[in-house]
């Protein structure tokens, strides 16, 4: 078995070539699990209606993907005389191209020990990892926005501006409810995030439960899932932006939207579940070689690999089967509503929570029970769980107050259901008797 002592980076050339399998292989995966999540939502949403769905093509209808693949391909491409020829075809590169990117920065298992060295499970390890994913995944909004514009057709525009207004609104909320994680981190890495967790034996799912709430609405509306799908409402646009586009250019919106969902519920597993954690298992708390080129962690091995990324793909596509049961149970919100949740709520309960959270961190460090281990020499060093329990008691309340606030109409004008619809009556009702008793009590007024 292979020790620590002698574990060491890979060479230049090992490095080269490892990257290269770890691009193809990447790319390739994600690209069969995107068509497969096709038909895993057409199979969850028959399962939710009490109907069959595809089972025509290949068994179990599992060649159903690539059915409408080889559809999509052999269909005649419709281009509309007014578009912009240019920008018409440049919109749908447009957004696949950020959806895919955007997995690369992602760690999806425990580092595998070779001969030629020990390999990191992720295709590019950014210390900027998560930076770089916001800004690229960000820009996908770009592609929906130009083929709006360049459709010439009034519906098509109006999806895009939607688009557009939707994604200012909850990328702002989006970035904020990531403000405390990185606070208390103090790295932006996703490995280093995934090694913070172990470290503390504590997902922080639970110790930052209203980032994670805050980040989960979010992506439903980055990815322009319901209840966030205005953008490409039918019962109002048709079909929105991508109303004039056929054949493949239509099938790439489509496929850069669930290679979206997959990043999301991939970067969500790895922020708040651990990533590849193996949940009550410390042999495979590692991060991996540090500036002076010493490995830091547990020892690598090849089945802490396989099993770590097992742990990760259940993790991933559990939140991506929460989608698709969402698609299918809430209905699409009213582009008000939507506004005012990302303007009105998440914005300032975002900000509310990064200074309660600073505040606590604060607090324990004052009372003599530092929130984080701080070494001799002054680094960082994990998390405490003891702070990281006390943090979740109060998100946990911040969280209830949210929840509280958000489906009681008080601040989302819209929402409160029949409990609104009671008090706008009533404040109706004592409207109108006032008037009433105003006209009684004026001299000289008439009364019918």
């Not at 491409?77 to 440049?90: D, H, K, M, Q, Y």
């Not at 519906?155 to 909850?170: D, E, T, V």
């Not at 990302?342 to 607090?363: D, E, Q, R």
Request: aromatic letters at 12%; one cysteine or more; charged letters at 15%.
């Amino acid at each position: 078995m292979q020790t620590i002592s002698n574990l060491h980076q890979p060479s230049d050339m090992a490095f080269l070539v490892w990257s290269m399998i770890k691009v193809i292989a990447a790319f390739s995966v994600v690209m069969v699990t995107v068509a497969m999540l096709t038909l895993m939502e057409r199979k969850v949403s028959a399962w939710m209606q009490d109907r069959l769905g595809p089972n025509r093509v290949g068994p179990g209808g599992l060649g159903q993907p690539l059915a409408d693949g080889i559809k999509n391909i052999l269909k005649e491409e419709t281009n509309p005389a007014e578009a912009n020829r240019v920008f018409f075809t440049l919109a749908p590169m447009l957004s696949i191209i950020p959806a895919l990117v955007t997995f690369a920065v992602i760690p999806f298992a425990a580092p595998l020990p070779t001969r030629w060295g020990v390999i990191p499970m992720i295709v590019a390890d950014l210390p900027v990892g998560i930076l770089f994913l916001l800004a690229f995944s960000s820009l996908g909004v770009y592609g929906i926005v130009l083929a709006g514009w360049a459709s010439s057709n009034k519906y098509a525009l109006l999806g895009g501006l939607r688009a557009g207004a939707q994604m200012i609104s909850y990328e702002i909320a989006l970035g904020l409810s990531l403000m405390s994680l990185f606070f208390v981190v103090g790295n932006v890495g996703l490995p280093e995030i995934v090694y913070k967790q172990q470290q503390m034996n504590l997902w922080f799912a639970l110790p930052f439960s209203v980032s994670f709430f805050f980040f989960w609405i979010s992506c439903f509306a980055e990815t322009n899932r319901l209840p966030f799908d205005l953008p490409e409402a039918e019962s109002e646009l048709v079909t929105g932006y991508h109303t004039e586009y056929s054949a493949m250019k239509f099938s790439m919106f489509f496929i850069a939207e669930y290679a979206h969902v997959l990043t999301v519920s991939a970067l969500m597993a790895t922020l708040f579940l651990g990533g590849w954690d193996i949940p009550g298992y410390g042999g495979d708390d590692m991060l991996g070689f540090g500036a002076d080129g010493r490995w830091i962690g547990a020892q690598p091995a090849i089945w802490k690999t396989i099993v770590s990324f097992g742990f990760f793909t259940a993790k991933t596509f559990f939140f991506i089967l929460i989608f698709m049961l969402v698609r299918w149970t809430v209905p699409r919100f009213r582009y008000d509503q939507v506004m005012d949740l990302g303007w009105k709520i998440m914005l300032p309960a975002a900000l509310v929570a990064v200074v309660v959270t600073g505040a606590t961190v604060l607090g324990l460090d004052s009372a003599g029970e530092p929130f984080v281990q701080v070494a001799p020499d002054g680094t960082r060093g994990a998390i405490t769980l003891f702070g990281g329990l006390v943090l979740t008691a109060v998100n946990g309340v911040m969280l209830f107050l949210v929840m509280w606030l958000m489906d009681r109409g008080r601040v989302l004008s819209g929402t409160g259901s029949m409990d609104e619809k009671r008090i706008h009556a009533q404040h109706l009702a004592r409207r109108r008797a006032e008037q009433m008793r105003q006209r009684l009590t004026t001299p000289g007024s008439a009364v019918r």
